[in-house]
């Protein structure tokens, strides 16, 4: 029996129109839930849900602070110092949770730094060809030479944050949600 023929059957079958009307009543359920759940909460998680549920408005201007930043590159540090100077952990579960957290820190760095270097270049120049060949070298850079990209990454972005401050631009944006 050809595909479609199986998928027409599938979908005229009173068990899959059942199913699906579940799904939507539970899928309205869950949402109005968490409506009256929103309702409940204080000023400070108010408008960390406003922010998550406008994600697309405000998801370019959620950044790290800056105790989480400078944390993050002083713990990739210490681990980027182990490894060059070959000090062994011989537990096998510590070094698992060791380069796992060091992954998510590179992330939240990258993250961080390739956003601010990409509105700078936005911000300055106003052009978004420059802005597209800026994140595709960029990416191609991070997957050749990752270690100096990385640098040349967390440098411009302190030059940037010391120069124009736009950490603190994008942190007051979102404190005014």
Do not use: H
């Not at 408005?57 to 959620?62: E, I, M, N, S």
């Not at 602070?65 to 000090?87: D, H, L, P």
């Amino acid at each position: 029996m050809p595909f479609l023929q199986k998928l027409r059957i599938i979908l005229q079958s009173k068990k899959f129109i059942v199913l699906s009307l579940l799904l939507i009543i539970l899928y309205i359920l869950i949402f109005t839930r968490l409506i009256s759940y929103a309702s409940k909460l204080d000023k400070n998680t108010k408008r960390k849900f406003n922010i998550i549920k406008q994600f697309n408005k405000y998801g370019a201007f959620l950044c790290c602070s800056k105790q989480a930043y400078r944390f993050s590159i002083v713990y990739v540090a210490i681990v980027e110092f182990i490894k060059a100077y070959n000090i062994e952990i011989t537990m096998d579960y510590l070094r698992v949770v060791i380069m796992s957290v060091e992954v998510i820190f590179f992330y939240f760095i990258i993250k961080d730094s390739l956003s601010f270097v990409m509105k700078y270049i936005i911000i300055r120049n106003k052009s978004k060809a420059l802005y597209k060949l800026s994140l595709i070298f960029s990416v191609f850079s991070l997957l050749t030479n990752f270690r100096i990209t990385f640098l040349l990454l967390v440098a411009f972005s302190w030059i940037i944050n010391k120069k124009i401050g736009l950490r603190q631009r994008q942190i007051k944006i979102l404190e005014s949600v």
